[in-house]
């Protein structure tokens, strides 16, 4: 034991940190990083599509092909389906 650990282990059990709960908020924060950096990625990779679909949308909606309610009911009726194949695997996958 040098100098340093004796110096931690004071000072821990002077503040009244425990070990564990030390390392357990470290796990947490660690967690919380990851989940942080894949959420950022995630959207920035998605903020290049939706900025794309935003400017065909001006585009038809100015050409008068159709309004905003219509453009929002195709844009969720494509994708149903694949939100029902996506549940049901993983509906299969975990039975």
């Not at 008068?64 to 299969?92: C, E, N």
Request: with cysteine; glycine share 6%.
């Amino acid at each position: 034991m040098d100098v340093g650990d004796h110096y931690c282990s004071t000072r821990r059990a002077l503040l009244g940190i425990d070990s564990a709960e030390l390392y357990k908020n470290s796990e947490l924060c660690s967690m919380y990083a990851a989940v942080m950096f894949l959420s950022v990625e995630t959207s920035s990779a998605v903020q290049r599509i939706i900025s794309i679909e935003r400017t065909v949308f001006y585009r038809k909606r100015a050409a008068g092909m159709y309004s905003a309610l219509p453009y929002a009911f195709g844009k969720v009726q494509i994708h149903i389906p694949r939100w029902i194949g996506t549940d049901s695997f993983k509906i299969l996958e975990t039975f």
